[in-house]
């Protein structure tokens, strides 16, 4: 059985990750995960706690696996638990280790990190437009923590498609490269 590619959108509060995750779906005629945390808080209808973050944790993950599932050889992925991590650690102080850990076994094998040079659009999800440099950096930093092959994805939205459409076929060369070199 192939071996699924992991592709992240990652990045702070409205920057395109949905949208740009559906298109590169459309694109690479493969299946995506939406961000499970936006379905959770339309269902809750009240603010977030830290009791909340394990089931946050669990409902991603099960997208995730999902669109592995129904992958054609790459799962875009709209976030990935190193989000819930990052939110975590920001809004109250401390992530559940077993979410770190498995953060850092399921790791994606390529991140979007997706620029803050977009126009903020409110909606009542979202609280930290005014935040969104110090937010950028802690997914520049987490990326950086984590070890992993990450990019910014920068410009319009059309830009960014090309981008980052641009970015995977040169990361998937890389790979095929190297598969044919050990075969």
Known sequence: MEKIARVVLTGSESTGKSELARALAAHYGTSWSAEYVRDYLDAKGEALT???VEAIARGQLAREDDAVARANR???LDTDL???VIYSNHYYG???PWIERAARERRGDLYLLLDID???TADPQRDRGEQREEMHALFRDAL???GVRWV???GGWDERRVRAIEEIDSWAGEQRAASSEQG
């Open 50 to 52: 830290a009791d909340d």
């Open 74 to 76: 790459l799962a875009i």
């Open 82 to 84: 190193l989000s819930t």
């Open 94 to 96: 401390c992530c559940a």
């Open 118 to 120: 977009v126009p903020w």
């Open 144 to 146: 950086d923590a984590a």
């Open 152 to 154: 910014v994805i920068r």
